[in-house]
């Protein structure tokens, strides 16, 4: 049995199944990783939420322009064919489907995709959305990438979740270090596509969703 | 009729702004923030403020500093909490200020609705979640969305590249992002560019912001 993949390993098989020529959009934090494993050739067209598609890599210390940052607000690069608009269009862009895929973190994932990556809800907590709700229901395929347990080893894809919602019967594809979930939130299924590091009957004991 | 003034300072920019203001501010995060406008507001002493930008400041300038000068009582955006956003941390804690926290769409969308006449719209972001409670909800053809109202500014204040002399603007890059929408939505739009140039000088093919949305523009050094 294989080890369970850390992040960059993950980001590689979520880059593998972004298909030739989508428009992606990456959340802030771990799924900036897929942008360094997408095929040049694959010809994949990054949108970030402050009003750009065509997003490249990280700028170097040397060309960073203040004019042109990610939505994480750090220094990025244009590409070849890259354009600039204003927000309500970029969010146009989400809400009206125009998006093939994002790819964002989260804190819980229920097995009907219901979706909680906003807010901890934690007393003294600041909240701040960004664009997260926009995204989670914009986009023709929301994936998720998270560790499957947190820190105290508790499961994140759950049976309905408790930590305060992004949005509802959103996600269809989560990606964790122990596996690939497939969701079909009308049915409230929950397909293993593989698994890393972890066997199937340890995956059922340890999530309260039933798992085919 | 009121045609485009180009004024020869920021503190002639921002002349009249009324105490109890509700201040568009153009910006995600530092890029196409107003610094200059910003510094002359906090000058021209306004307070009772209601902001309605994407952030909440950073660090100790711009917005920050507006906010660090208690001049603001209300701030309406998307995303306050940032790595350094301690001025609006520190004031929210001690219940200083007022937040309304907006999805960054809906806030985008709001304020176009306010610059385009729209008295309210369907929205599908935030259906279900904490951020749509008390809202009216529809279904439309089988999908639900919450019904969203327009933000108006009695002021804006953006950032843009280049201006000319009738306040036709041009952006660059992503500090673009709410200074498009923003300019038609408020009583008072005031712009801050990097430079000034003759009417006729900017093709009209590629003017982002025509200037019948721009009533003051001023040349910074910055």
Known sequence: MSDRLDPNALAAVIARDIPAGAYVNLGIGQPTLV????????????????????????AGAADADPDLINAGKIAVTETRGASYFHHADSFAMMRGGHLDVCVLGAYQVSRHGDLANWHTGAPGAIPAVGGAMDLAIGAKDVFVMMNLFDKAGVAKLVAQCNYPLTGLRCVSRVYTDHGVFEIDPSRGVVTVRETYGITIDELRSRLEVDLL | MSRTVQCRDADEAVAGIADGSTVLV??????????ALIDALIGQGARDLTIVSNNAGNGDTGLAALLAAGRVR????????????YVFD?????????LELVPQGNLAERIRAGGAG???????????????????????????YVLEFPIRGDVALIRAHVADTDGNLLYRKTARNFGPVMATAAALTVVEVASIVQAGAIDPEIVVTPGIYVDRIVEVSA
């Open chain 1, 35 to 58: 942008a360094d494993h997408l095929r040049p050739d694959a010809g994949v067209v990054l949108h970030t939420e402050n009003g750009m598609l065509g997003m490249g890599p990280a």
């Open chain 2, 26 to 35: 153009s910006g995600f995060g530092m890029a196409g923030m107003p610094m």
């Open chain 2, 74 to 85: 209300k701030v309406v955006c998307s995303f306050p909490r940032q790595s350094d956003s």
């Open chain 2, 90 to 98: 520190g004031l929210y804690r001690a219940n200083q200020i007022e």
């Open chain 2, 118 to 144: 729209i008295g309210a719209f369907f929205c599908p972001t935030g259906v279900g979640t904490a951020l749509a409670e008390g809202k009216e909800t529809r279904t439309i053809d089988g999908r639900d």
